[in-house]
């Protein structure tokens, strides 16, 4: 089935510091989503994008919508110890069908 | 608001056992809801759509014998593995969509639940 491809996997960082991660795929998407999941939980949703070139914020999370449809990033300010987790990106394919990236797991030192 | 459990959060039961998953929208009308499965480490996956009232619709490679879902009301779906085997052990999450479409047919996912087949 279509795939989202996601990076980095992993990232260990030090508290206070950025974070980025993108996500891309083969075929457009309507409707980007960025959600966080924590260890024996289901996935939260931080942002999401409807526009191509829409770039929206959460707070220290910023995301991207890419022009061509195919990608989007997000951006994580200043890291604080509670981002720790797991964050995927999903787009909408058709009116509700989400494909889920591979997710990256996010590590903070402090 | 907008807030979806499941039940049981975790279970463990024998090979060959048929294990029962309910899923609920507590404060909202949900006409359709959706089963993923994640397995360590890994993405999830949807495994099907339900939609209220209506027979769900399972995505290629999953056997919709195996996984029997039932949406019964518009407030609660369940999923059942039968004749479970240890391959099935992996954490299934559900997730809604509100009645009204919510804001571009937005889903809320439930906190899952970890089943473990021995």
């Given at each position: 089935g279509q795939q989202l491809n996601q990076s980095p996997q992993s990232m260990f960082i030090q508290e206070g510091e950025d974070v980025s991660m993108n996500c891309t795929s083969s075929s457009i998407f309507n409707t980007w989503l960025w959600y966080k999941q924590e260890p024996g939980e289901g996935p939260v949703l931080l942002i999401a994008l409807y526009k191509a070139g829409e770039l929206t914020s959460n707070g220290r999370l910023t995301a991207q919508f890419g022009i061509t449809r195919k990608d989007s990033f997000l951006n994580i300010s200043a890291s604080i110890p509670s981002d720790v987790g797991i964050y995927f990106c999903a787009g909408l394919q058709g009116a509700q069908k989400l494909v889920f990236g591979q997710g990256t797991r996010l590590t903070?030192?402090? | 608001g907008a807030v979806v459990s499941q039940h049981p959060s975790w279970?463990?039961?024998?090979s060959g056992t048929s294990v029962?998953?309910?899923c609920?929208?507590?404060?909202f009308q949900a006409t359709t809801m959706f089963w993923y499965r994640q397995f360590p480490k890994q993405s999830l996956m949807l495994m099907a759509t339900s939609n209220e009232g209506s027979k769900a619709t399972y995505e290629q490679g999953v056997e919709k014998d195996k996984f029997l879902i039932n949406h019964a009301s518009l407030t609660l779906s369940t999923l059942?593995?039968?004749?479970?085997?240890?391959e099935d052990s992996s954490f299934y999450i559900c997730s809604a969509s509100p009645l009204a479409g919510g804001f571009h047919n937005e889903q809320f996912f439930g906190p899952g639940t970890r089943l473990t087949v021995l």
């Open positions: 903070i030192n402090p | 279970v463990i039961c024998k029962k998953i309910e609920r929208s507590l404060d059942t593995v039968t004749s479970a085997h240890p």
